[in-house]
């Protein structure tokens, strides 16, 4: 099942602490996790088991660009002033996230994705997406499959600038056990989602490239008129 992680904003923080809130470069396991959770209207304190199992891609598309903010805030109960914390997003960026399991869970997500209980959001409440969130559902095709063959999706100016490229090359960061090969470990394997006692554990990455067509040429490709010969019509062969 394939995901497209598009808005103004988004932060997908796994090791943001105290007045540094940080954002990973890329949507994290825990935050998507986090995210088809929620569509379900599944419970903080409820059991993850089943999707902590999904296997777990990203492609980037469009990385976008770090922006920081600065937020203040005072104690709900004394009124007292908060320390000042910088908080950091990835500003116009797009993301292909996709997971691979058990088709009945997919199925489940699925549906959940297209009437979700609670509204999803890019990592933080304040961040939401751009359009509906789910792309494709693949019946057959394996995590790096459907990362292969999903079309590009990046916003329109991107790919109007890149008009002249036929072939578009993304970096797509996974699961070590989807593509093989060892690159770093990210705090990102959700645990426990309860507010009380939150749990991450650490997920080893890997990180490649695929190849997609751009959508123009496929749409070139599609129109293309028949070749033309000015001297067919003087007799010419």
């Excluded at 009945?104 to 890019?122: E, H, K, M, Q, T």
């Excluded at 329109?156 to 070590?176: F, M, N, P, T, Y």
Aim: aromatic content about 8%.
């Amino acid at each position: 099942m394939t995901l497209r992680l598009a808005g103004p904003l988004q932060s997908w923080g796994a090791s943001a602490r105290f007045a540094q809130r940080t954002t990973e470069r890329f949507p994290t396991k825990s935050g998507v996790i986090g995210l088809l959770a929620s569509a379900q209207g599944r419970d903080r304190a409820a059991d993850l088991s089943d999707l902590r199992g999904l296997a777990f891609g990203v492609r980037i598309d469009q990385p976008g660009l770090r922006v920081r903010d600065f937020h203040t805030a005072s104690h709900a109960d004394t009124g007292k002033s908060m320390p000042v914390s910088a908080r950091f997003y990835l500003a116009d960026a797009v993301f292909v996230a996709a997971v691979e399991g058990d088709q009945g869970l997919l199925d489940a997500l699925w549906a959940a994705l297209r009437s979700p209980v609670y509204l999803p959001f890019l990592g933080r409440r304040s961040c939401p997406p751009a359009q509906p969130i789910e792309l494709n559902i693949y019946r057959c095709e394996d995590l790096w499959g459907a990362l292969t063959v999903e079309p590009w999706q990046a916003s329109a100016w991107l790919q109007r600038r890149r008009a002249g490229e036929h072939h578009i090359d993304l970096e797509v960061v996974s699961d070590v056990l989807a593509n093989g090969g060892f690159g770093e470990s990210v705090r990102d394997e959700p645990i426990r989602f309860d507010p009380r006692h939150r749990r991450y554990g650490m997920r080893d990455l890997n990180s490649s490239r695929v190849t997609v067509v751009h959508p123009f040429t496929a749409k070139h490709r599609k129109f293309t008129n028949p070749p033309h010969d000015p001297m067919r019509v003087l007799g010419g062969k």
